[in-house]
Antibody, heavy 122, light 106 residues
């Protein structure tokens, strides 16, 4: 059974940093791209970032570009999102999502975690 | 940046057909996917590559994509189909989601 489990969310002050983690199981992790998608309270889905199977291609949404770094460790079946200079508008439930292609430039999202909540507030 | 537009809400009676649209510039030249999100739940893909249904998704769900509009159709809508639905497409290596449509089964 495919599972993706996020961790690392919490309440942080504006301007600080946070590192989200995701552990995947039940499939060959290194065969697929991975993504982070967020959802602000009561709002819709927003793609944040994607990474190819080997980390060779990385893309970010304009809203987080320059403040966030996505990475993966295929040996540990893990995905990460380092978020810096956090703002109130970054408050959201962050989902770790499995892609269906290698490069992270196509396909759809076939498995979603339960999400980890990030709240940015003073 | 690319935009996908969905109606905020659609209402249908049980047993009737629900049609949820997603509009975007030349969307028909891309592949559209659809996700269903129940209250307090994570999204689940219900349609991909415009009209492919994942295993486990009922046959009453169907999809199409042409011109500037992708459509998710739910035939014989059931109470359990009440949820938020999001369309999704790729443009220049970036993922875009529609704003979501709340489907109410009256």
């Amino acid at each position: 059974e495919v599972q993706v489990v996020e961790s690392g969310g919490g309440l942080v002050q504006p301007g600080t940093s946070l590192r989200l983690s995701c552990e995947a199981s039940g499939y060959i992790f290194e065969d697929y791209a991975m993504h982070w998608v967020r959802q602000a309270p009561g709002k819709g889905l927003e793609w944040v970032s994607g990474i190819s199977w080997n980390g060779g291609r990385i893309d970010y949404a304009d809203s987080v570009k320059g403040r966030s770094t996505i990475s993966r460790d295929n040996a540990k079946n893990s995905l990460f999102l380092q978020m810096n200079s956090l703002r109130a508008e970054d408050t959201a439930l962050y989902y770790c999502v499995k892609g269906t292609d290698l490069t992270g430039t196509d396909g759809h999202f076939d498995y979603w975690g339960q999400g980890t909540l990030v709240t940015v507030s003073s | 940046s690319y935009e996908l537009t969905q109606p905020p809400s659609v209402a249908v009676s049980p047993g009737q057909t629900a049609i949820i649209t997603c509009s975007g510039d030349n969307l028909g030249d891309k592949f559209a996917s659809w996700y269903q999100q129940g209250p307090g739940q994570s999204p689940v893909v219900v349609m991909y590559l415009n009209d492919d249904r994942p295993s486990g998704i009922p046959e009453r769900f169907s999809g199409s994509n042409s011109g500037n509009t992708a459509t998710l159709t739910i035939s014989g809508t059931q109470a359990m189909d009440e949820a938020d639905y999001y369309c999704q497409a790729w443009d220049s290596g970036t993922v875009f989601f529609g704003g979501g449509t709340k489907l109410t089964v009256l």
